[in-house]
């Protein structure tokens, strides 16, 4: 038997990219961040934190400023010596899938495949039409901010910070889908192509959020044994377990989002309860449990049917179990 050298890991190291809203918190602080057999590297971590500096470095600086030699030196700080010791090294940053890194994930799995060599992809997925939904809560209703081609800007022009009702909310998705917006972002098939084409189609996982939320057994173990670890432990560690409800639950109540100061608390509540009385807010009770009307369940089935046709098949996923958007066959 030939003996592995003690430089060469043998398990490789696996990188999480999201997508968003796909219980990436309950992994991250539930499995990850406590399983015996993982080093994990990822959320929270402090600007002064060298895998933040990495991450900032490998996954944010365009290609002018990119240095190959600073995330190499970053990466022999961090998750080198624990790739080195055996362990499963996980590293997981969810904004890759979407993009919100450099806006370019192409150019992400490439610098990660020149950094990490052969390493393990995890790539979860969610139905289009719930994460619509889902982004709406986090930062639509109130029109915070959203990225687009990597910057912020005001998600309905002239109302930012103000409610917003679901349909406008939808139309600025529509209205942004040729350039860098949420729903070009979630065609998950160029993402996972990219990442295909850098680490082998063998070592890229694709997993569906909703046999996670509704076949929780029969997933983790398909999990466990893709990256190598024990199933009881993680089974036991994702139990009672369940992705962070904290900002949905806030924006169901109040459709706002509360956050930073007690001033600033105050000043969200004045201008939610201005809101009410304003007359384009005037449905601003109904939009607590937003639908997606038939008219948009259509035109998304057109938008997202060949990708999801075309990932079903690929990768032999059961898409239509859960309704994801596609024209009638």
């Known amino acids: 038997m030939t003996s592995t050298s003690s430089s060469t890991p043998t398990t490789l190291p696996v990188i999480h990219i ?4 796909t219980a990436t918190s309950t992994l991250q602080k539930c499995w990850f961040a406590c399983h015996s057999q993982i080093a994990y590297f990822g959320p929270p971590v402090t600007e002064n934190d060298p895998v933040y500096q990495l991450v900032c470095e490998l996954l944010h600086k365009e290609s002018l400023f990119y ?10 700080r961090t998750l080198a010596p624990a790739i080195a010791s055996g362990k499963t090294t996980v590293l997981s940053v969810e904004g890759i899938g979407v993009g919100n890194t450099i806006g370019d994930r192409g150019l992400a799995a490439q610098r990660l495949r020149d950094l990490f060599g052969p390493a393990k992809v995890l790539v979860a997925i969610r139905n289009q039409l719930d994460i619509v939904v889902s982004m709406y809560f986090k930062n639509g209703c109130r029109a915070r901010t959203n990225y687009t081609n990597g910057y912020r800007i005001p998600p309905v022009s002239g109302i930012a910070g103000r409610f917003v009702d679901f349909e406008s909310w939808l139309q600025f998705l529509w209205d942004t889908r040729d350039l860098g917006g949420l729903l070009s972002r979630y065609q998950y098939g160029p993402a996972i192509a990219a990442f295909e084409a850098q680490f082998g189609a063998e070592n890229v996982c694709v997993w569906l959020f909703e046999d996670f939320k509704y076949r ?11 990256i190598g670890v024990d199933v009881e432990e993680t089974q036991a ?28 608390r105050i000043v969200f509540r004045l201008q939610t309860a201005l809101d009410r009385l304003n007359p384009f807010s005037a449905a601003l009770a109904s939009e607590a449990d937003p639908q997606v009307s038939p008219i948009w369940q259509k035109r998304l089935a057109a938008y997202y049917d060949a990708d999801n046709r075309a990932l079903a098949r690929s990768r032999e996923l059961n898409l239509a179990e859960y309704n994801y958007p596609q024209l009638p066959a």
């Open 216 to 226: 929780r057994t029969a997933t983790v173990q398909m999990l466990c044994d893709f």
């Open 67 to 76: 240095c190959p030699q600073v995330s190499r030196d970053l990466f022999e």
């Open 18 to 21: 999201g997508f968003p809203r």
């Open 237 to 264: 560690l994702l139990a009672d377990a369940w992705e962070n409800k904290g900002p949905e639950a806030i924006t169901r109540c109040r459709l706002i989002r509360i956050d930073g100061s007690p001033l600033a």
